[in-house]
């Protein structure tokens, strides 16, 4: 299946944003735009400022300078197109899954939890604590937390780091379904060049807080690892962030916003 993306007002535009902590520049000059429905990874060594653009992104951070516009507004405070998912999962210990899954709906709350629960495979522990949860059963939960919402973007910083090789695999297996089956626009940081190119239909990579490469990924979904493009793509950008390959002329051109 190819995914087509209508060419509209971008869910997000950002320009010449920058961030700083002190007199540490973390993000120099962010330029990016993001059509509804994309699905984009951004990969860049430790540091580099991933996580700063995702809170940035989701309005829990603000910029030193530059503007981030979400369908052509001034993000102004919390986004409230957009949930974010952590490594973590931040689940509450002392609520059941369901209930950390309905936290904060007020209509329906419980059947919502539970349809979504039933979505992400979990139907089953939804009366559990997450203390006896595994922990992809618990990512699924985080998963399912800001699923619930029904948010126009994700926002998913580093959601799988901690989970063994299988489980990361499922679970990709399980976000590109809920995004072929919601249509929400999805920005994904992650370390892992592979899950990058199992999901995304466009990797950004920053390095000295500017975005250096914005590299489309023309594989159909649903993704598949033995694709003969999948594997020489993964090499491609891993050679990049490791300063082995030149970056070619059409991505140099991919880079600019228009
Ligand atoms: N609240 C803060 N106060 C001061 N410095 C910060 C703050 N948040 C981030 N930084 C600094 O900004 C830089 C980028 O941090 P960020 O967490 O965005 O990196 P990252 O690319 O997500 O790294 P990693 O891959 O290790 O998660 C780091 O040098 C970090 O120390
Ligand atoms: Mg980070």
Redesign the pocket.
């Known amino acids: 299946m190819t995914v087509n993306i209508e060419p509209e007002t971008p869910i997000v535009e950002i320009s010449n944003l920058q961030k700083s ?1 002190g007199n ?1 520049q ?1 993000l120099r000059d962010i330029n990016l735009k993001v059509e509804k429905g994309e699905f984009i990874a951004i990969v ?1 060594k ?7 653009l995702l809170r940035l992104l989701a309005g829990l951070e603000s910029a030193s300078d530059g503007v981030i516009y979400t369908n052509g507004e001034q993000l102004k405070g919390r986004n409230q197109l957009a949930k974010i998912m952590f490594q973590d999962g931040r689940l509450l210990p002392w609520k059941k899954v369901y209930q950390n899954v309905g936290l904060g709906l007020k209509a329906d709350w419980h059947q919502r939890a539970e349809k979504v629960l039933e979505q992400v495979g979990l139907a089953d522990r939804a009366y559990d604590w997450p203390s006896v949860l595994s922990g992809g059963q618990r990512q699924r939960v985080a998963l399912a937390r800001a699923l619930v919402h029904e948010p126009e973007i994700l926002l998913l910083d ?1 959601p799988l780091g901690a989970l063994d090789a299988l489980t990361r695999i499922e679970m990709h297996q399980l976000i590109e379904d809920l995004w072929l089956d919601k249509k929400f626009t999805a920005v994904l ?1 992650t ?1 892992d060049v592979e899950e990058a190119v199992a999901l995304a239909n466009r990797v950004i990579l920053i390095e000295d807080g500017e975005i250096v490469m914005n590299h489309p990924i023309k594989l159909p979904y649903p993704r598949q690892r033995d694709h003969p493009l999948f594997s020489p793509t993964v090499s491609h950008i891993l050679n990049r962030i490791l300063g082995k390959g030149k970056i070619s002329t059409s991505e140099l051109r991919l880079t600019k916003v228009e």
């Open positions: 902590f540490h973390v860049g430790s540091g580099c400022g991933k996580s700063t580093e940081v370390h």
